[in-house]
């Protein structure tokens, strides 16, 4: 019997198979165990080598050199998972464009950053760095931008899970899908993986259907087995809405980290500022006179006002064929026809949020 051909063989026919080819016996399980990574690796040499590897030459190749062949199999399986994501790097300079004075940059410096790049001052003292962490805030307020930062600056791949991604096959197969990443994050090394608008696959089932119950208990199956990989892989959630999310979700436990993040302070505001200014074509700009008509913006409002603006300077030289460069009077102009997306009434609910649910 061609043992390679089986599906599924049994234990005893796993253990006879490796007795055959190596002469060496093994315990049925363990047999069954080691079976499935002497395949991995016939077909890993194949690929290496150009041609098909014999099956005995590939088992002994695996058993004298167990360790190494599974780190070179798992740094293959790797490569092709971060493609299949869509793994992309961050440069460190994102982490840069966030003002020093901006909340929580302090807080993710000193909670996230450090104890997972100082890692043998992190064993010392006993601090176990954070693997699953939500943001929450209003709209706009840079979480998506606060995560490609933290990628950055730890020079990690960065992942982005959108809950369309999860869809693709149709609501029913969300959990399907939702495991199926899961479980291809947990192979992962050195990687941030993001999940925005995670109300959307993680709501309060309370109030849920039977499909987002579902898909809501099989995110909570999934946190635990990824926060007990011993692998380096952050797990970053990003919500809107703090209120719709599971209260199980919620507790210690599954989260290690859920923190706010708001509007901007004028320190914020003029470090955003420098950096859209410095890729315009402009006169002497009155920052302080900018910074101080932007109180109610966040990012991404602060992003459009400058898309604004260089969408009416290359159509004023387009028009007058002669260098334009931008004016405090036209930040003024356009900043005028912009409504800032925070209003009282969201920094007030978004204040009472950070009082019941952050944990840092």
């Known amino acids: 019997m061609n043992i390679a051909l089986l599906e599924t063989p049994s234990p005893e ?5 490796i007795f055959e080819i190596s002469g060496i016996k093994f315990d049925p399980d363990i047999a069954a165990d080691i079976w499935p990574k002497i395949l991995q690796h016939k ?3 194949s690929e290496k080598l150009g041609r098909d590897v014999g099956l005995r030459t590939a088992c002994i190749d695996f058993l004298e050199n167990t360790d190494q062949a599974l780190k070179e199999y798992m740094d293959y399986k790797r490569k092709d998972i971060l493609t299949e994501m869509g793994a992309r790097t961050i440069g460190r300079e994102v982490w840069e464009t966030i003002s020093d004075s901006q909340p929580p940059k302090q807080l ?3 909670r996230i950053i450090l104890p997972l790049t100082e890692e043998s001052l992190s064993r010392k003292h ?3 760095p954070p693997k699953t962490i939500i943001f ?9 931008h606060f995560v490609k930062a933290i990628a950055g600056v730890l020079s990690w791949w960065y992942i982005e899970i959108l809950p369309s991604m999860l869809m693709v096959d149709g609501v029913e197969k969300i959990g399907v899908n939702l495991h199926n990443v899961m479980e291809k994050a947990r192979n992962l090394e050195e990687a941030v993986i993001f ?3 995670f109300e959307e696959i993680a709501s309060n089932r309370d ?25 380096k892989v952050l797990l970053v959630c990003a919500t809107n809405y703090i209120r719709q999310l599971d209260a199980a979700l919620l507790r210690p436990g599954r989260f290690d980290c859920i923190i706010p993040v708001g509007g901007l302070d004028e320190d914020g505001r003029k470090t955003i500022l420098g950096h859209y200014l410095s890729k315009l074509n402009t ?3 009155d920052l302080n006179l900018i910074i101080g008509m932007t109180s109610r913006f966040t990012p991404a409002d602060i992003e459009y006002l400058f898309q604004q603006v260089a969408q009416f300077a290359f159509e004023q030289e387009y028009a007058s064929k002669q260098d334009y460069r931008v004016t405090t009077d036209a930040f003024v102009e356009i900043l005028s026809k912009i409504r800032p997306s925070l209003t009282d009434e969201i920094i007030e609910e978004f204040q009472k949020d950070s009082i019941t649910y952050s944990r840092i």
């Open 13 to 17: 026919e796993c253990a006879s198979a």
């Open 43 to 45: 077909w890993l040499m």
């Open 108 to 110: 993710v410096q000193r």
């Open 126 to 128: 006993g601090v176990i």
């Open 136 to 144: 929450f805030g209003p709209p706009g307020t840079g979480k998506t």
């Open 195 to 197: 999940i925005d608008e």
């Open 207 to 231: 109030m849920a259907t039977r499909v987002d119950k579902s898909i809501t208990n099989e995110f909570l199956k999934q946190v635990p087995l990824l926060k007990n990989q011993g692998n």
């Open 283 to 285: 006169e002497e700009i």
